[in-house]
């Protein structure tokens, strides 16, 4: 049984633990990452690779616009091609309540700065080919969102932490948090490894209400499964992450570099809990669903299906911040938007660990907030 | 032996070399998970069917931990690529329902 000691311990390595990680070694810390098993083997590796920042939160709208920054420099940043493209977000509305609540979203997002405009029923079909406009009243558009492929976005901010002489540990699962007094002091793995820490972070996703409730924190984040498919690769035919909030509605992008199709869709009622199983019902639903918006989508074939867990908040946005324990931070509860938020976050939460606070006040993102105010485009 | 200069193909579907799959390895992506999100090996039509127990033993040789102590990644449905088109016209909840 080994004994360690850094400058912080980063747990999880998804996205948020990855990125912070990063932006932690920069500021010069010794930090060691643990996984528990490898990384992107919990949420990240599994979602669909959108970024936007239509949200109608003005905190998220704020973080989103700096992520969006960071993905569109982060290629020089990490020496890795992580595929960022700016395909943009096309959000359909086939009901007045629907449109009305885009209308709404725009005029906060507008204030920020985000190119963003109510299309018609026309201009959504020159943007997407092919799009069935039945039953369309129209689209919120922006061209500036995009996407990225999480894998390498991650994998490059774990080289890049190892670069900086910080460590990543995978195979290894966080059994214990000892504290002192009011003070986390260190962690013990599955081996009996322990690791000293004046610093530590439970990035842990799913997981991260287990991982809380090591150090008698209690965290409201809970696992919801989305299932995901992808299809084969073809010929670029759509530039946009389409959205279809509609119940029965789902959302899709290409690939800008390989031509796969890939998307899901959030069932209705939700199915609580970390199970990732795949299930016959979505092998069959998301591509009825994808045809009816694209019916020329009706000959490319799936090559895959499969599940992962979104962390949810009570209220659909982060939690991020300090806990009662001193030294014990969290950055959980993403509620399925941990990749796009993850370098802007990551930047943050390190600016906050080390500084004391963060160049923007993320303060709202609290664990000790009312999560009474709701994120509408979940 | 001697090897082949010419570029040997392991994984067809993403057209993936030996090389490739060595200098990942090198890079330090040490399981047919990680080389699998870095390369996108076990991704394509077959599902893995074809390169993973080729890469396993490329891990093997580069890393010497043996193909046996491996973590395969698992199979996903469909076992055969489907049309969206073919699959959209089953009518899961009338079977089951």
């Known amino acids: 049984m080994k004994k360690r000691t850094a400058d912080a311990i980063v747990i999880g390595g998804g996205i948020i633990g990855a990125a912070t990680g990063y932006y932690l070694a920069k500021q010069g810390l010794k930090v060691i990452l643990l996984e528990r098993n490898f990384p992107c083997a919990g949420s990240t590796g599994r979602c669909i690779g959108g970024i936007r920042a239509q949200f109608t939160h003005d905190l998220t709208i704020r973080v989103m616009l700096k992520s969006i920054k960071m993905f569109m420099e982060l290629d020089s940043e990490l020496g890795e091609d992580i595929e960022w493209y700016a395909g943009g977000y096309l959000f359909l509305a086939f009901d007045e309540e629907r449109k009305k609540s885009f209308l709404q979203a725009i005029e906060i997002q507008r204030r920020y700065g985000l190119k963003v405009d109510f299309i018609s029923p026309d201009e959504c079909a020159r943007i997407v080919p092919g799009l069935n406009q039945e039953g369309l009243l129209g689209g919120a558009w922006c061209p500036t969102d995009g996407q990225a492929n999480p894998f390498k976005v991650t994998y490059g901010y774990l080289k890049g932490m190892e670069r900086l002489g910080s460590k990543v540990i995978t195979d290894s699962e966080v059994k214990r948090i000892n504290i002192q007094g009011d003070k986390v002091v260190s962690v013990v793995t599955q081996t009996g490894d322990e690791f000293y820490a004046p610093v530590v972070l439970n990035a842990a996703g799913p997981w991260a209400e287990g991982v809380a409730q ?12 989305h299932e995901a498919l992808v299809t084969e690769a073809v010929e670029r035919c759509l530039e946009p992450m389409l959205v279809d909030y509609r119940s029965d509605g789902c959302y899709f992008v290409q690939h800008y570099k390989t031509g796969h199709f890939i998307g899901c869709y959030t069932p209705v009622p939700i199915v609580p809990g970390d ?16 045809v009816r918006l694209l019916p020329k989508l009706a000959s490319v074939k799936v090559l895959r299906q499969w599940a992962g867990s979104y962390e949810m ?14 030294g014990f931070y969290v950055a959980a509860g993403m509620s399925g938007h941990g990749f796009m938020f993850g370098p802007a976050l990551g930047y943050l939460m390190a600016e906050l660990i080390t500084t004391g606070k963060s160049s923007i006040d993320i303060s709202e993102f609290r664990l000790d907030r009312s999560f009474a105010k709701a994120e509408a485009m979940k | 032996m001697k090897r082949s200069k010419r570029p040997v193909i392991v994984c067809r579907c993403e057209e993936i ?15 047919l998970e990680e080389i699998k999100r870095v390369l996108r090996t076990g991704m394509g039509h077959c599902g893995g069917r074809g390169c993973l127990k080729i890469i396993a033993r490329l891990i093997e040789e580069e890393t010497g931990i043996p193909v046996a102590k491996q973590r395969f990644p698992c199979s996903r449905p469909p076992l055969k690529p489907l ?10 909840e009338e079977k089951n329902g």
């Open chain 1, 313 to 326: 908040s009570p209220d659909g946005n982060p939690i991020c911040g300090r806990t009662p324990v001193e």
């Open chain 1, 275 to 290: 199970r990732i199983d795949a299930s016959d019902e979505f092998i069959t639903e998301m591509p009825r669903r994808m």
């Open chain 2, 17 to 31: 070399t030996e090389d490739e799959v060595r200098r990942a390895i090198k890079r330090g992506y040490y399981s």
């Open chain 1, 214 to 225: 090591l150090a008698g924190v209690f965290l409201p984040v809970k696992p919801d499964r």
């Open chain 2, 83 to 92: 049309a969206l088109g073919l699959l959209a016209s089953y009518k899961y």
